[in-house]
């Protein structure tokens, strides 16, 4: 996948008073890992993915080059680093010849997490190692922001704000000096504070996304009109695969007709009040199967933009019928 150097694991007496490092220890990084990869890559199938060649990078190692690693945690998130790099670069070419407009990868909240396991396997829960940690720099509106960035700015910006990681070592990751990647965080930095909204308490969300729940079952164009900021977008994702607007839909009116379309298109749909990326959401649903998931963005009590994801190869963890 990458032909990056991975870290240095030399040391001055290979072998001596060492033994490789114990399984778990290894094993136990992987949460942190995919909540790492789910940030930098925005869908959790391709942190999987980078998390899988980080293991077998460390495995292609021979036992005695093990031991050298000083520390099995820093070697593993500095590959890891590197190889979502070398992913986000590529994911950018992929992206520009993307049917519509892409959309990171809504998660659920910890309670209604599928039960797919990583492996495709459906006959037990899903591990609770692998699941994501909701946090702020999970929630859609930062992920979409962090979409505009630069491979380097992002892995830069996420290792050092959100994962704490001093520059020195951020700069072993992105292969730039210390001083490059503190500019480079620095206009990441900037980006996110331009583009944040008054926060809204977690009571007032959901009774927003509740009223607004109602007035699309109700099919009340006045209602969602009065909801929704005037100048407020939608942006949906189909991926190709399904019926889905190609360009955001702008202004309250369009969204409120928009919306009212698709309830008439599937007089069976049902929305459910849900956690999308840790803040209230909603999801369709059409014959028990998910098919719409859709997250808010909210300023002065009414809602701003509206992400609604209808790829459903990004909808596996909502639903137990998704692709396995």
């Known amino acids: 996948m990458s032909t990056t150097t ?59 080059q093990r031991e050298a690693v000083d520390s099995p945690g820093a070697w593993l998130t500095t590959v890891a680093g590197r190889v979502c790099l070398d992913m986000l670069g590529s994911a950018r070419v992929r992206r520009e010849r993307y049917v519509g407009s892409w959309i990171p990868e809504p998660l659920p909240d910890r309670a209604e997490w599928s039960s797919v396991r990583a492996d495709g396997d459906r006959s037990g829960p899903a591990d609770p190692a692998d699941r ?18 630069t491979p380097a700015e992002r892995v830069a910006f996420i290792l050092h704000d959100v994962f704490r990681y001093p ?4 700069a072993e990751i992105v292969g730039r000096s210390p001083a490059a990647c503190r500019q480079l965080a ?25 009223d607004f729940k109602e007035a699309w079952e109700a099919k009340d164009i006045k209602a969602l009109v009065d909801l929704l900021d005037p100048d407020a977008t939608m942006t949906a994702d189909g991926g190709g695969l399904v019926g889905a607007a190609l360009r955001p839909v702008e202004g309250s009116r369009l969204i409120a007709q928009y919306l009212i379309h698709i309830a008439d298109k599937a007089p069976g749909l049902t929305l ?19 098919v719409t998931v859709a997250a808010f963005d909210l300023v002065d009590g009414r809602v701003t933009r509206i992400w609604a994801v ?14 396995s």
């Open 272 to 290: 459910l009040e849900r956690t999308v990326n840790g803040l209230p959401g909603l999801v369709a649903q059409n014959a028990g199967v998910t």
């Open 167 to 170: 520059f020195a070592e951020v």
């Open 186 to 210: 620095s206009s990441a930095r900037r980006r996110v504070d331009a583009s944040r909204t008054p926060s809204v308490p977690a009571a007032g969300r959901a009774a927003l996304v509740r």
């Open 310 to 323: 209808r790829n459903p190869e990004k909808l596996r963890e909502w639903t137990e019928d998704g692709p």
């Open 6 to 64: 991975e870290p240095r694991t030399e040391r001055s007496e290979p072998g001596h008073g060492r033994s490789e490092p114990d399984l778990s220890v290894v094993v136990s990084e992987r949460r942190r890992l995919i909540n790492l990869g789910y940030r930098l890559l925005g869908s959790l199938a391709e942190a999987e993915d980078a998390v899988q060649e980080t293991y077998a990078r460390w495995y292609a190692m021979s036992p005695r």
């Open 132 to 149: 994501i940690t909701l946090d702020e720099s999970v929630n859609m509106a930062f992920l979409v922001v962090l979409e505009s960035m």
